[in-house]
């Protein structure tokens, strides 16, 4: 049997949110260190999003870096129901794949670049905001110094921001 899309987990989780009148608020927080090769597709895909619109009364896009915990004021304030961190992510798959990883299964992700580990994160905005959190988790291909992105972490990164701009930004009616 094979393993659901990040877009069916994505899907999956708003459905099963609490239901409001205006929809669920969804932070997109993207994480990375923009000087080292595919670790920015986090941060890319920030970019991207946010360059498309991606902030509004239900949706948060941060280009958060290398330190998303200090974004922690920003999240408070805009109470999400569902935090999704999107960041490159050692999986031991094929470069460019894309998962949907709950937070509790990412204490073995490495994310050596960033000053907290995403699961000390997640359970900080758990604990605090009582939200969902999960990670959308790209594999790199390298995160060689200043280099740019691999061709086929770029192909993933433009496959997320399309998808999360058709599920977040311009849900059909």
């Given at each position: 049997m094979?393993?659901?899309s990040w877009r069916e987990h994505l899907n999956r989780t708003l459905s099963q949110?609490?239901?409001t009148e205006s929809g669920p608020r969804v932070a997109i927080v993207g994480i990375g260190h923009e000087l080292n090769g595919?670790?920015?597709a986090g941060l890319i895909a920030a970019r991207a999003l946010l360059a498309q619109g991606g902030t509004s009364d239900r949706l948060l896009v941060i280009d958060a870096g290398p330190a998303p915990e200090n974004q922690?004021?920003?999240l408070r304030a805009f109470r999400p129901d569902l935090v999704l961190l999107v960041d490159a992510a050692q999986m031991n798959e094929a470069p460019?794949?894309?998962r949907w990883i709950d937070w509790?299964?990412?204490t073995g992700i490495s994310a050596s670049t960033h000053t907290l580990?995403?699961?000390m994160l997640a359970r900080f905005l758990v604990a605090e905001f009582g939200c969902v959190v999960a990670l959308l988790g790209i594999q790199p291909l390298g995160n060689q110094i200043d280099a740019p992105l691999s061709p086929v972490v770029q192909q993933a990164v433009d496959a997320v921001v399309a998808g999360l701009v058709e599920v977040l930004i311009s849900p059909e009616p």
């Open positions: 094979s393993r659901p949110l609490p239901a595919d670790d920015a922690t004021g920003v460019g794949s894309v509790q299964d990412t580990p995403p699961y």
